[in-house]
Nanobody
Framework: QVQLVESGGGLVQAGGSLRLSCAAS????????MGWFRQAPGKEREFVGG????????YYADSVKGRFTISRDNAKNTVYLQMDSLKPEDTAVYYC?????????????????????WGQGTQVTVSS
């Protein structure tokens, strides 16, 4: 079992930055792919970005590419999502997830079914 706890959410003005953390416990995540997803009120959960177990493969949704950066520190069993140039449309609950796909690809990392473990989410609100 892997337990995931997100933190770092909050209220920020448009153009600002936040850094989300996802701390894992129970098992090392060094052999897990990690993903970030978000869900806005009234909308379906959507892929934000994913990172392979070594950190060598990283994929982003087009809506956040160039503004968000995913990184991982396997020694700390933690994954991060640095969010810059935030927009009001980035407002959502952000979730991290861990999974072990057969292969690492944009398709596998962007698919919810890839992930076995999910955190409880952290709210990000961007004001205009």
């Amino acid at each position: 079992q892997v337990q995931l706890v997100e933190s770092g959410g909050g209220l920020v003005q448009a153009g600002g930055s936040l850094r989300l953390s996802c701390a894992a416990s129970g098992r090392t995540i060094s052999n897990y792919a990690m993903g970030w997803f978000r869900q806005a009120p009234g909308k379906e959960r959507e892929f934000v970005g994913g990172i392979g177990w070594s950190g060598g493969s990283i994929y982003y949704a087009d809506s956040v590419k160039g503004r968000f950066t995913i990184s991982r520190d396997n020694a700390k069993n933690t994954v991060y999502l640095q969010m810059d140039s935030l927009k009001p449309e980035d407002t959502a609950v952000y979730y991290c997830a861990a999974g072990r796909p057969i292969w690492i690809s944009r398709q596998s990392l962007s698919t919810s079914n890839t992930y076995t473990y999910w955190g409880q989410g952290t709210q990000v609100t961007v004001s205009s």
